[in-house]
């Protein structure tokens, strides 16, 4: 079973970055595709980015493509989202999470029910 920890995120000015981490604790971390999503107050959680097991696929939610880059390291068992042009909408719980239940080949989901583990979630603030 895999654990999840997230670091990173935090408060910053609109038009700056951030970069999240979440690092798994299992020794399978590679065998899956890993995912991003982000949950803002009273709104429903939102696919953010995902990236195939090689991390030579990477995929995006239209609000994100352009700004955003999801990568991974599995040598170092770690999941990343570097994010940059940062906007006030983009204020939300962000979580990544790893979808055990994947099709081959590859087509990521974008529902976060289809994704098994979860890290803790962190808090990203982009103030205007």
């Known amino acids: 079973q895999e654990q999840l920890v997230q670091s990173g995120g935090g408060l910053v000015q609109a038009g700056g970055s951030l970069r999240l981490s979440c690092a798994a604790s299992?020794?399978?971390?590679?065998?899956?595709?890993m995912g991003w999503f982000r949950q803002a107050p009273g709104k429903e959680r939102e696919f953010v980015a995902a990236?195939?097991?090689?991390?030579?696929?990477?995929y995006y939610g239209d609000s994100v493509k352009g700004r955003f880059t999801i990568s991974r390291d599995n040598a170092g068992n770690t999941v990343y989202l570097q994010m940059n042009s940062l906007m006030p909408e983009d204020t939300a719980v962000y979580y990544c999470?790893?979808?055990?239940?994947?099709?081959?080949?590859?087509?990521?989901?974008?529902?976060?029910?289809?994704?098994?583990?979860w890290g803790q979630g962190t808090q990203v603030t982009v103030s205007s």
């Open positions: 999470a790893v979808d055990q239940h994947y099709s081959v080949p590859y087509v990521p989901s974008r529902k976060s029910t289809d994704y098994d583990y």
């Open positions: 299992g020794r399978t971390f590679s065998r899956y595709p």
């Open positions: 990236i195939s097991r090689s991390g030579g696929g990477t």
